[in-house]
């Protein structure tokens, strides 16, 4: 059952519906995007700076002013208000509209509501949406960005320690990871060979100046693969020091 308050920030939605509609926004879904496309970037900003100052609101403020000031002005000028809290139970709630007033009073001068990202530094519906979130009870359940696409996700608990927005993304980027590894030991395990292979090509007495590249291939177990194009690459790369040419021996 969604957590709720006497108080409700987007037009009445408890904050388990108001967490819902910020990861909306962040994730670029189609049916908020639509309605405030210019806010979705600012606001993903915003929650970056969030993620920056560890969770920490405080730190935030400290971190970044200019957003701050931002928030006091933003909040400042759209107050919430107080309605009956029916029906529910007896009481009041505060409910903290979307910025109407604001875009109205646009319209009224004749601008048209998408001209309002053009006219502020800061997208007011960015801001009335982070404020939402920062008051928001169940805001430490937002995950992500996830490490592999990108995308936002709701925690089940605070403390829970979900890293990916699904468990297909887990079990691919773990899968790489391990493919990786793999393919790092398989590598150390070739130049450890060709390191040896090229102490005997050193210290071997020889009157020809054949390819060492040639020579260290052919030299080393079949079962893996080192070919010249390695070679040359681990050279390349600074893995491989490539041996000085011997003179010929006078016969």
């Not at 409700?8 to 819902?20: I, V």
């Not at 903290?96 to 007011?124: C, H, K, N, Y």
């Not at 071997?204 to 390695?230: G, N, Q």
Request: proline fraction near 6%; aromatic fraction near 8%.
């Amino acid at each position: 059952m969604a957590t709720r308050r006497k108080s409700r920030w987007l037009d009445g939605l408890n904050p388990q519906e108001e967490l819902e509609i910020v990861l909306g926004y962040l994730n670029g879904d189609v049916k908020y995007v639509t309605a405030w496309r210019h806010a979705a970037s600012q606001l993903k900003q915003f929650i970056e700076q969030w993620n920056g100052s560890k969770r920490n609101t405080g730190l935030l403020v400290r971190d970044n002013p200019e957003l701050w000031e931002g928030i006091q002005e933003h909040y400042k000028r759209n107050p919430p208000h107080l309605f009956p809290n029916y029906p529910d139970e007896d009481g009041l709630v505060l409910v903290w509209r979307f910025p109407a007033v604001v875009t109205r009073s646009l319209r009224s001068e004749g601008q048209d509501m998408v001209s309002l990202s053009e006219m502020l530094p800061i997208s007011p519906e960015a801001l009335h949406l982070f404020i939402s979130f920062l008051l928001n009870p169940l805001r430490h359940r937002l995950g992500g960005p996830c490490p592999r696409c990108g995308r936002y996700f709701l925690r089940r608990t605070n403390r829970n320690p979900k890293v990916y927005c699904s468990r297909d993304c887990g079990l691919k980027t773990t899968a790489k990871i391990a493919m990786k590894a793999k393919r790092d030991e398989e590598r150390r395990q070739k130049l450890q060979i060709v390191q040896q292979a090229l102490e005997e090509w050193t210290n071997k007495k020889r009157t020809d100046d054949s390819d060492w590249k040639i020579w260290v291939s052919r030299r080393v177990s079949p079962e893996l693969v080192i070919t010249p194009k390695f070679l040359t690459h681990a050279v390349k790369r600074g893995e491989v020091k490539e041996p000085g040419r011997k003179k010929q021996r006078e016969r």
